[in-house]
C-alpha cells in the first residue's frame, strides 16, 4: 500500500552512510552530565518522546543539549496504534511539534494498543492478529506517517496472552503491516524471547519472517524468570539466550544501530556503558 503523499516523506537515504550507527542507549535525565561530559564511548541516545511533549520546558531544554551532541531518535508509547479509539490527533500534533523540533534520525512506537474504551492501560497490550486488525493498522499508520511527514518505526511487544480468534502469527502481522503501511520496524530481540518462551515457539521462525530491508532498529533488555514464565521488566542485564537471539538477528539483519533499555532499578552510566560495550562487541564481530 502506497501512502497518500508518499513523496514528502522521509525515504531510506539513511542505509548507506548512516548518521546513527552500533550501539546507543536510553537518555536518563540522572545520566545527563556524565552523557555530556563526552568521556564515553556510546555514539546516540534514544529519548522517551512522552517525557518532551511540552516542547517549552526544562527537560526539553536538557534535550537539546544532548541532540546539539549526539544524534537522538525519538520512542513513543503514546500512540496506540492497534486501539479501535479514535486516534488521538492532540497527541500526534504534540509529537509532530516534538519532532520538528528534534529532527530526530526516526520516531518508533509499538505494535498495540494502550487505551480502551477511553481508558489508559498503562501497558503496551498486544493485538489480536487478524485481517481486520491488519487493515485497521494500516490505516492509522498512514495517517501518523502523513502527519509526521516521515515513516514511523514499531516495535513488536512482550507477551503474556494470545487471542483465540487469531489466524495468522505475530511475526506475520508485524511484517505485513509494515509491508501494507510502507513503515519500518524496531525488532525488539528480548520481547521476542520473552513471549517466545511465554507462548512456546521459536525465536529463529520470528527473525526468519521478518524482511531485513524493514528493520531500522533493534532493542536488547533485561527479563525477569518467573515460575511458568517471563516477565519484560527491562530492569537488569541482559539474558545470555537473548545474547545468542542478538547474534542470530545481527547473523540475519546485520549491523542494525542497537539501542539498551534499562528502565527500572537504573544503574549508574558506567554500569549501562559496560553492557553496551558488550553488544557492541557482537556487533563488531557480526561485521
Known amino acids: 500500500m502506497d501512502l497518500p503523499s508518499q513523496g514528502h516523506l522521509q525515504q531510506d537515504h539513511r542505509r548507506q552512510g548512516q548518521v546513527i550507527e552500533g550501539v546507543g542507549l536510553g537518555l536518563r535525565p540522572r545520566h545527563q552530565a556524565e552523557i555530556l561530559a563526552g568521556d564515553h564511548d556510546i555514539g546516540w541516545f534514544e529519548a522517551l518522546s512522552d517525557n518532551y511533549l511540552d ?18 531518535v525519538l520512542h513513543g508509547v503514546g500512540l496506540s496504534i492497534g486501539s479501535v479509539d479514535p486516534l488521538d490527533h492532540d497527541y500526534l500534533d504534540r509529537l509532530a511539534r516534538l519532532a520538528a523540533a528534534v529532527q530526530p534520525e526516526w520516531v518508533s512506537d509499538h505494535m498495540c494498543f494502550t487505551h480502551a474504551g477511553g481508558r489508559y492501560s498503562h501497558d503496551l497490550l498486544p493485538l489480536p492478529y487478524t485481517p481486520e486488525a491488519l487493515r485497521h493498522c494500516v490505516q492509522r499508520i498512514s495517517v501518523v506517517q ?35 503501511a510502507d513503515c519500518e520496524i524496531l ?55 537473548v545474547w545468542s537471539l542478538y547474534e542470530a538477528a545481527l547473523a540475519r539483519f546485520g549491523p542494525v544501530p542497537t539501542s539498551l533499555e534499562w528502565d527500572q532499578d537504573i544503574p549508574d552510566f558506567e554500569t549501562l556503558c559496560t553492557e553496551a560495550a558488550r553488544a557492541q562487541e557482537r556487533m563488531d564481530a557480526a561485521r
Request: glycine share 6%.
Open 55 to 72: 516542547t517549552s520546558g526544562p527537560p526539553m531544554r536538557q534535550l537539546e543539549r544532548v541532540r546539539a551532541r549526539y544524534p537522538v
Open 146 to 180: 502523513e502527519r509526521l511527514g516521515r515513516r514511523l518505526v514499531l516495535e513488536n511487544v512482550s507477551s503474556y496472552l494470545r487471542y483465540a480468534h487469531s489466524c495468522m502469527s505475530e511475526w506475520e502481522f508485524l511484517a505485513a503491516v509494515a509491508d501494507e
Open 187 to 241: 525488532l525488539d530481540v528480548n520481547n521476542v524471547a520473552v513471549s517466545a518462551h511465554n507462548h512456546g515457539f521459536d525465536p529463529g521462525d520470528y527473525l526468519a519472517a521478518i524482511p531485513p530491508e524493514r528493520v531500522r532498529q533493534m532493542h536488547l533488555a533485561g527479563y525477569e524468570q518467573a515460575e511458568d514464565h517471563r516477565l519484560d521488566t527491562h530492569g537488569r542485564a541482559v539474558q545470555p539466550d
